[in-house]
């Protein structure tokens, strides 16, 4: 029973690094440079409303993440009953999620409400250069934000990966 609940957990597990890394993968790379395709106008609207969905689920997959990140690793033996962390490569692993989390919220909660008010201000002022400057400035933080949290994301999947086949021991 108790392997069946760690393939189970392990699963979810994977599928909710899909989700999350996947997501933002498929947003900043396929999706975003889509939107050069449509009049300029619609991106706003089309943009936040995939962003707005695309951040429950993301959000919903950190938790799950976090949630079947513990069990299995107390299931495991590398948590103890003190929720004392005996494995330094877990260590490692949980520090770079920290990293991803931290930048996805900056991204989410400091660079974007700025973005939009600043959109929303050249909306009104579409020729004032000061404003497109700042909007400019704060979508290529937002970027290298992103790619930071995808390859804190990417270096987790690859010492997970490591780990599970025995490239690198606990």
């Given at each position: ?44 609207t ?85 404003i ?39």
């Open positions: 029973m108790v392997d069946l609940l760690n393939l189970l957990l392990g699963g979810l597990h994977i599928f909710l690094v899909a989700i999350w890394i996947g997501g933002s993968f498929f947003s900043s790379h396929i999706f975003k440079p889509s939107l050069l395709k449509i009049p300029p106008k619609d991106r706003g089309l943009l936040t409303a995939v962003g707005e969905k695309f951040t429950v689920y993301a959000q919903i997959a950190i938790v799950g993440l976090l949630a079947t990140g513990i069990i299995r690793a107390w299931m495991l033996g590398y948590l103890t009953n003190d929720f004392i962390i005996i494995s330094p490569i877990l260590n490692v692993k949980i520090l770079l999620v920290a990293g991803m989390i931290i930048s996805g919220t900056v991204n989410g909660s400091v660079i974007k409400p700025r973005l939009f008010d600043l959109v929303a201000k050249s909306a009104k002022a579409p020729d004032n250069l000061h497109q400057k700042r909007i400019h400035g704060l979508q290529s933080k937002q970027k290298i934000n992103t790619y930071l949290t995808q390859a804190l994301g990417i270096a987790v999947i690859f010492l997970a990966v490591s780990l599970r086949f025995g490239y690198i021991q606990i």
